[in-house]
């Protein structure tokens, strides 16, 4: 379906026609029409499924279209992350483009001057906040923000907010807000914690659940079954003789991001490194450099494995097995979009079998597994635990318990 099948307006089409968006998504497809008739509504779909636009271009054609009070804030947009509030302001300003409807952008930082920047929107009523919980709520204890007449409260990657314990953050915005109000909200997964919020916050929702999807066809899968010692020297194998333009490599905590860059750079690599112990500047910073091609490598937390829109990675590396199926599909989704091929290659190490087996469970295939290069010694046997229930349990996480509830 085209989005002129839609009933949007001139002025969203137009938007649309400069960043030559023609053809919907699927979940822009089956949302857009129940968010334009003023349904709450709840979403099951994967980041990079476009569904950031899937709710600003209703949302967007409703506020240009309908009666809404003047500098008052009508919408509300939460976002687990700095990066991806950043992100739904920088599609909000282009789909906004041909319409008088005004957005800020409020996420935490230590900048002052962005601080009063956040307070001025809010006060003098932008017609749309996209907030982070922690930040809005430092706005709302001020006692400046009146958000009693928003007609548009939309949660975006609501299961990552309840993974980062925004629940009760969440339940107390909600309590500023009217009581007739549409609600929408957007989630990669649907577990028992998701459900319970929609029964709290929505009302009669329309439903659009997409089925749960597995990486892009276009991405080669493959993995290096290895000892955790030889995990950088892998790395070194790979980049010998050509880095890739842009590069992201995830691994599992800080602690570990800060031993791989800092390893990586000793390999004389262009490395940037993403984590929470980053200034939102040095966060910004770095985020520019990859993608004007000024680093080849990130490696990052998962803070980057969702809401962040780079198009042209051609490889994604797993130093660290995910923690589940869905974190695995998010990080290696960051390559293969746009058209494009891509590589998500996962190193496993002894301890981490087990859990890799559960992913590829989840994938229902075998990923193939590259031989070492012979001058890392011999791997060791690919053998994950399968029979040992409890075992199995305790490395697949909380995607054990989803799964068994899905059979």
């Not at 998504?25 to 349904?39: D, F, V």
């Amino acid at each position: 379906m085209k989005f002129y099948d839609l009933p949007l307006n001139d002025h969203v089409l137009d938007a649309l026609d400069a960043m030559h968006f023609e053809e919907c998504t699927p979940i822009q497809e089956q949302s857009i029409p129940a968010i334009l008739e003023g349904r709450d509504l709840i979403a099951v779909a994967q980041t990079g499924t476009g569904k950031t636009a899937a709710y600003l271009l209703p949302i967007l054609n409703r506020l240009s279209e309908e009666e809404h009070p003047e500098d008052a804030i009508n919408c509300v947009i939460m976002a687990p992350t700095r990066e991806l509030a950043q992100q739904i302001d920088q599609q909000m300003e282009g789909f906004s483009y041909f319409l008088p409807v005004s957005s800020v952008a409020v996420y935490g930082g230590n900048d002052g001057v962005l601080f009063e920047q956040q307070k001025k929107g809010l006060t003098l009523g932008a017609d749309v906040v996209i907030a982070t919980p922690g930040r809005l709520i430092a706005h709302l204890n001020l006692g400046y923000v009146d958000l009693s007449k928003v007609s548009y409260f939309i949660l975006d990657e609501a299961d990552r907010m309840l993974d980062m314990g925004f629940y009760d953050d969440i339940m107390q915005i909600v309590k500023y807000l009217p009581r007739e109000r549409q609600t929408v909200m957007f989630s990669a997964t649907m577990p028992a914690k998701i459900q319970q919020l929609a029964r709290n916050i929505l009302h009669d929702p329309a439903e659009v659940k997409l089925a749960v999807s597995r990486p892009a066809d276009k991405i080669l899968q493959a993995a290096y079954v290895c000892y955790e010692n030889q995990k950088l020297g892998i790395i070194r194998s790979l980049f010998s003789d050509e880095v890739p333009q842009r590069v992201i490599i995830f691994a599992s905590s800080k602690i570990k991001v800060k031993e791989v860059a800092r390893a990586l750079k000793q390999m004389r690599l262009n490395v940037g490194e993403m984590h929470s112990d980053l200034e939102q500047a040095q966060r910004n910073e770095v985020m520019y450099a990859f993608k004007a091609g000024h680093i080849n490598v990130l490696v990052a937390t998962d803070i980057v494995a969702r809401g962040i829109d780079i198009d042209d990675i051609r490889l994604v590396i797993n130093f660290d097995v995910p923690h589940d199926a869905e974190d695995y599909v998010h990080r290696i989704g960051r390559t293969a979009r746009a058209g494009c091929d891509g590589v998500g290659i996962t190193f496993v190490s002894e301890k981490e079998q087990t859990k890799f087996h559960t992913i590829e469970r989840f994938l229902e295939k075998d990923i193939y597994k590259i031989p070492l290069p012979a001058e890392l010694g011999p791997a060791p046997e690919y053998r994950p635990r399968t029979s040992a229930r409890k075992d199995e349990g305790k490395s697949r996480g909380r995607y054990t318990r989803k799964s068994r509830k899905k059979k």
